[in-house]
């Protein structure tokens, strides 16, 4: 056997024993992971600062984008809306965002970005999204979501966000839609207070916003929205995907590894949680409080899912078409793909 096979062979191994401590098994054998970017190639990110981008934060913090010759920014945004509009200008190359309805809109006018990698995705029961109930509702005597009819519900991002999603999704529960609730939009990080004065009867939030709104006296009013679904993602830029496709796959792969090192009881490593609150809010205790989302260690875009999104927002009104669009406007699963091919997929 020559230098090289041995080496091939030794490190598929050391990968597979490294993934089986963590409780995965891998599918097939490994292509060579493609050699850094040389000079390093600069990405700009703009993301909202929830945990459901963690796989981002690890990539960065342990030296993952760094390790295939990318120099990643990453920007903070208070709402995907804003990530979108960076996106169509031109000034960022993936976006951390929401699926929205401005991006449907946009997909069916033809808008040139598309999604590259999945956040994280809805666990299938104890989701950290839920959606929240004041205190003063509460003793105002609203006690479910029936009661909401009419009533102010807040979420990040306005009408045709991602979080509207979420709050419709909860609302069909009670043969409600959007239209019969006065939706506010209240940026995440503003959700805490906005509950806590009333300025809100409820609020859809997530970690680290959620742990702080019901520090401060909210209650879960509905959970597990949606099991399973994808809500965010990682959309590039059409430059990005057909001008520099080798930076996106780099992107993508790093992600799919820091997937790997997240899963199980990884999750709460030391490196990890210090990424995690480097690019969020949140502090150690209460993200071990909170139920994680699901980081597939695959990276497995979710496509079937995204068709319930788009109808839910269709629906609403919220889009300016009224058939379903074709989602092959909408993701590029080549990145995915590549990233297997070079790690190989790893099973549960």
Do not use: C
């Not at 979501?145 to 009408?159: C, E, N, T, Y």
């Not at 480097?278 to 989302?293: H, I, Q, V």
Request: hydrophobic share 45%.
């Amino acid at each position: 056997m020559s230098y090289q096979s041995t080496i091939k062979v030794f490190r598929t191994a050391t990968a597979a024993a490294f993934l089986g401590a963590s409780g995965l098994l891998i599918g097939h054998a490994f292509a060579a992971e493609p050699a850094p970017l040389n000079p390093p190639q600069k990405v700009k990110v703009a993301y909202v600062p929830i945990m459901k981008f963690a796989t981002m934060y690890v990539a960065a913090d342990r030296g993952l984008f760094k390790k295939y010759g990318l120099d990643v920014d990453l920007e903070k945004v208070k709402s995907g809306t804003e990530a979108i509009a960076f996106l169509t200008q031109g000034t960022i190359d993936i976006g951390g965002i929401a699926i929205v309805t401005s991006l449907w809109n946009s997909w069916n006018r033809g808008l040139d970005v598309r999604i590259i990698a999945p956040g994280g995705l809805e666990p299938m029961k104890d989701s950290p999204t839920s959606v929240l109930l004041s205190k003063k509702a509460v003793e105002a005597g609203i006690k479910t979501l029936a009661d909401l009819k009419g009533k102010r519900v807040g979420a990040s991002g306005g009408p045709g966000s991602g979080a509207e999603y979420l709050v419709a999704k909860a609302l069909e529960r009670a043969k409600l839609t959007i239209r019969d609730v006065n939706f506010v939009n209240v940026g995440d990080p503003d959700i805490p207070a906005a509950l806590e004065n009333g300025s809100v009867d409820a609020a859809l939030a997530a970690p680290p916003y959620s742990e702080k709104a019901i520090q401060s006296g909210a209650t879960i009013l509905a959970t597990d929205l949606t099991p399973g679904l994808m809500t965010v993602a990682f959309v590039g830029s059409g430059k990005l995907v057909k001008e520099r496709p080798q930076v996106a796959e780099r992107f993508v792969l790093a992600l799919t590894e820091a997937a790997r090192l997240m899963q199980g009881s990884n999750y709460f490593s030391e490196e990890n949680l210090g990424a995690y609150q480097k690019y969020t809010a949140s502090t150690a205790e209460a993200l071990k409080a909170t139920k994680p989302a699901v980081y597939d260690p695959n990276m497995s875009i979710p496509v079937k899912g995204l068709a319930d999104v788009e109808r839910v927002h269709r629906e609403n009104g919220r889009t300016d078409y009224d058939k379903p669009i074709d989602l092959a406007k909408v993701v590029d699963e080549q990145f995915v793909d590549k990233a297997l091919a070079a790690i190989g997929k790893a099973k549960n």
